[in-house]
């Protein structure tokens, strides 16, 4: 980072220097605002701070419109600073397990805090619960977390969790409990009435694509085998690469800001000419020029590598619109 301009951070390496910034309590107090995958994020920007120049922390001060002073000693110590940080904004539970995430690798327990865990931990907690226990945590999860856990099982599992997360709609107060028991922590809704709405064909659509490409062509044929009305159902509400064409301009600049430009030249590389003019438009003259250029030398590249770059596009396409940032087209989704 120390020979990147600001202008090429992205958002998430400016909020770590904007936080870096900032004094431990008040970094703290902004954190708290935020979910495990933002802090996660940005706590690993954090650490991964080195030698930051001041004329960078002056241009993203500047963008973010605070006045910090003369503090330049960033990435000086900030393991230390990011535990205390971590801790105060999160308590001693949360911030040793999302601590030893970001800077050792670790473990933890509970409905809520396995949004806290890696997935491979998440799959070992749960894998020798009764499927619908299985299901339930799989639809409780954020789409790209769960789609990472259903990686740790064998093809029968996954296909019968993703059948299970398709059908559910609502759950009962008592199969809650029933979880919140197995897992040993308590669910902060237990003791409504009310049913909670859960699962559903949306839900396995958003964890479907977050799953490894081939895994996921593998999957969606063995969900076809068992029910073909239900796999064209999920098909359709899944977001694909081609659906980017129904972003408008300005959703798609600011996707272009947040993507590395090897992962834009893969991507683009498997994309039909009206995907590529939609992106060369949303650039500069010059920037789009060099792409074309880029693109043209790059020469035949792996279908699988291709998917991956659209897939990693894709994530970041549905982060910016779970924020608010962008609104996204297609997959069922209407727009406003």
Request: proline share 2%; hydrophobic share 45%; net charge negative.
């Amino acid at each position: 980072m120390s020979d990147a301009n600001a202008g090429d951070m992205s958002s998430i390496q400016k909020a770590a220097v904007l936080l870096m910034s900032l004094g431990e309590s008040d970094a703290a107090q902004i954190l708290k605002h935020m979910g495990p995958k933002e802090v996660q994020r940005i706590g690993q920007a954090m650490a991964q701070l080195t030698n930051v120049q001041r004329h960078q922390v002056e241009k993203v001060l500047d963008d973010f419109l605070i006045l910090v002073g003369d503090q330049t000693g960033l990435g000086l110590g900030s393991d230390g600073y990011i535990r205390n940080m971590l801790k105060e904004a999160l308590g001693e539970e949360k911030a040793g397990s999302l601590i030893d995430r970001i800077l050792l690798g670790g473990n933890t327990t509970g409905l809520d805090t396995l949004k806290w865990m890696e997935p491979r931990a998440v799959a070992d907690v749960i894998r020798y619960e009764h499927p619908q226990i299985q299901a339930i945590v799989i639809s409780y999860l954020d789409p790209d977390q769960a789609a990472d856990i259903l990686s740790n099982f064998d093809e029968r599992v996954r296909l019968d969790i993703v059948l299970r997360v398709a059908s559910l709609d609502t759950v009962q107060p008592a199969a809650l409990q029933e979880l919140n028991n197995i897992l040993e922590r308590q669910f902060s809704g237990n003791n409504s009435t009310k049913s909670t709405s859960i699962g559903g064909v949306r839900t396995a659509a958003n964890i479907m694509n977050f799953i490894d490409s081939s895994v996921e062509a593998e999957l969606m044929e063995s969900i076809r085998d068992v029910d073909e009305d239900l796999a064209g159902s999920i098909q359709d509400l899944m977001f694909v690469f081609d659906n980017l064409m129904e972003v408008d301009d300005r959703g798609i600049q600011v996707i272009l800001r947040e993507v590395e430009s090897e992962t834009l030249i893969l991507a683009l590389k498997g994309a039909d000419p009206d995907m590529q003019e939609k992106v060369y438009r949303n650039m500069s003259s010059r920037a789009a020029d060099m792409l074309k250029d880029d693109l043209e030398a790059k020469g035949p590249v792996r279908v699988s590598e291709v998917e991956v770059a659209q897939k990693e596009i894709l994530a970041i396409a549905r982060r910016l619109a779970d924020n608010g940032e962008i609104v996204l087209g297609g997959g069922g989704e209407q727009m406003v």
